[in-house]
């Protein structure tokens, strides 16, 4: 118990250092600056594609390759192994960091605090290798350990803090799925349809469930009104067209969905907003959300 309260004082005081911002705010400009030149490829990176985020995959090999190299310097007979698995680990660093820092430019302060400090400790332990790599080269076995040790350390420091960010600040989660678990199933009265403004995102609720409604002209479409990337209230967004397809852009990081089906346009959001089946009865708008609870 020490050592957790411990660990969270440690955590909670990163997220709240201030001045951290000073890198963190001139850094994260520049990212989305040169994010903005190529939006297909930062939608690859933020993993639009996949339906989630693409850094914690990709990760995968920097860290696999580090840890294993780490293993295998004290396993003999495996030496011709390890500067391969170095060299890979260094090498995939390059696309893991490019995901990462896609993905962390469009985060909240305290989110992007802590991962800033995780992107250092990574940084450092891959500095460390490459250090390792470099002492191997010159047949300094011993100095190569130590320096694999200190970089995987290194990045047992940078695993903790992404953790942190993953599931205790939800960076990268999907802040929409609790919706299904909100709505009732089946057909629920939402509003009159005179009370629909035309050509304007408005708020309107389930119960306690927000939803964003678009009336444009006899087509009206419904969405989950928090944003899946970071909870953002899409009725405060803008309408737009992209390449023919209405949508709507969050406010807070524009993440861009399709008003008839709710899938991403552009992230950085990586999952679709939930989309309500619509239909009108005696002037009333009502909506189901296939999969709610309860939804036969």
Not at 125 to 145: E, M
Not at 199 to 211: L, M, W
């Amino acid at each position: 118990m020490r050592l957790t309260s411990t660990l969270e004082r440690s955590m909670e005081k990163v997220e709240d250092a201030g001045g951290l911002d000073r890198l963190a705010t001139p850094l994260a400009g520049a990212v989305r600056s040169l994010a903005s030149r190529s939006r297909t490829l930062t939608d690859l990176l933020h993993g639009v594609p996949l339906g989630h985020p693409a850094h914690p995959a990709i990760v995968l090999l920097p860290v696999g390759s580090f840890a294993s190299a780490t293993i295998l310097d004290f396993v003999p007979g495996t030496g011709p192994a390890v500067p391969v698995l170095v060299t890979t680990g260094l090498a995939s660093t390059v696309p893991a960091a490019a995901a990462g820092l896609v993905d962390w430019a469009e985060l909240h302060p305290q989110q992007q605090r802590v991962g800033l400090v995780h992107a250092t400790s990574n940084v450092v332990g891959a500095t460390f290798y490459g250090l390792s790599l470099y002492a191997r080269g010159r047949r300094r076995w011993g100095a190569a350990r130590l320096y694999s040790l200190a970089g995987f350390s290194a990045l047992m420091v940078g695993g903790y803090l992404g953790g942190h960010l993953s599931y205790r600040q939800s960076a990268g989660a999907n802040h929409a799925e609790d919706v299904p678990h909100l709505v009732p199933g089946g057909w629920n009265d939402l509003c009159a349809i005179d009370d629909l403004p035309d050509g304007r995102p408005v708020e309107k609720h389930i119960g306690e469930t927000s939803v964003m409604v678009v009336r444009r002209g006899k087509a009206i479409d419904v969405l989950s009104d928090k944003c899946s990337h970071l909870s953002g209230p899409l009725h405060e967004g803008r309408l737009s067209e992209e390449d023919g397809v209405a949508c709507i852009t969050c406010p807070w990081h524009g993440s861009t969905f399709a008003l008839s089906d709710g899938r991403v346009v552009s992230g950085p959001a990586t999952v679709k907003q939930h989309a309500f089946d619509v239909r009108v009865s005696s002037g009333v708008v009502q909506v189901r959300l296939p999969g709610a609870s309860g939804d036969a």
